[in-house]
T-cell receptor, first 110, second 109 residues
Framework: NAGVTQTPKFQVLKTGQSMTLQCAQD?????MSWYRQDPGMGLRLIHY???????DQGEVPNGYNVSRSTTEDFPLRLLSAAPSQTSVYFC?????????FGQGTRLTVV | QQQVKQSPQSLIVQKGGIPIINCAYENTAFDYFPWYQQFPGKGPALLIAIRPDVSEKKEGRFTISFNKSAKQFSLHIMDSQPGDSATYFC????????FGQGTTLQVKP
């Protein structure tokens, strides 16, 4: 039982490049979410999904896309990376009110 | 606009002290108030949580105090230890889990 697995752990992108942050969970949870963590800003909700085929926007959705084709996977896409997207990204899988977080992806956009 | 406001941003206490972290919220629809603990290089992990029909919850050395009328809640760590040094986040949930800004706690030996 691996819990929530995020890949990659580290990534450097050039401005304008695109990439997908992967997130997979093996707990059969319907609810999954993506957060970004920045100093002094805490964890801010980007997008979330209450089940396969259903996604919705969080507090800071601009510049990010998500899809949920399976219960297990919830990838986060950056279509055209900007320096403002430099951050640590966390994926979470939720059981009732409890969130289980992955180890995070540290993304730097230069 | 931050829906959950947390203070202080950082806190230093001596071993055995009682650090207190405060949070305030505006949305009365929030119905679940958890605290998460995060160690460097790791994801946050649930520490303790409370629902608004209860004014206090204690789990080991960690206590949440909840004031529904003031829309405030706080985390108290009794007999703090160096191993408690971490970043603490309050949060509030109503379908979406919204976090505060975080507090970095250092407990000196």
């Amino acid at each position: 039982n691996a819990g929530v697995t995020q890949t990659p752990k580290f990534q450097v992108l050039k401005t304008g490049q695109s990439m997908t942050l992967q997130c997979a969970q093996d707990m059969n949870h319907e609810y999954m979410s993506w957060y970004r963590q920045d100093p002094g800003m805490g964890l801010r909700l980007i997008h979330y999904s209450v089940g396969a085929g259903i996604t919705d926007q969080g507090e800071v959705p601009n510049g990010y896309n998500v899809s949920r084709s399976t219960t297990e996977d919830f990838p986060l896409r950056l279509l055209s990376a900007a320096p403002s997207q430099t951050s640590v990204y966390f994926c979470a899988s939720h059981e009732a009110d409890r969130a289980f977080f992955g180890q995070g992806t540290r993304l730097t956009v230069v | 606009q931050q829906q959950v406001k947390q203070s202080p941003q950082s806190l230093i206490v001596q071993k055995g002290g009682i650090p207190i972290i405060n949070c305030a919220y505006e949305n009365t629809a929030f119905d679940y108030f958890p605290w998460y603990q995060q160690f460097p290089g790791k994801g946050p992990a649930l520490l303790i949580a409370i629902r608004p029909d209860v004014s206090e919850k204690k789990e080991g050395r960690f206590t949440i105090s909840f004031n529904k009328s003031a829309k405030q809640f706080s985390l108290h760590i009794m007999d703090s230890q160096p191993g408690d040094s971490a970043t603490y986040f309050c949060a509030a949930n109503t379908g979406k889990l919204i976090f505060g800004q975080g507090t970095t706690l250092q407990v000196k030996p």
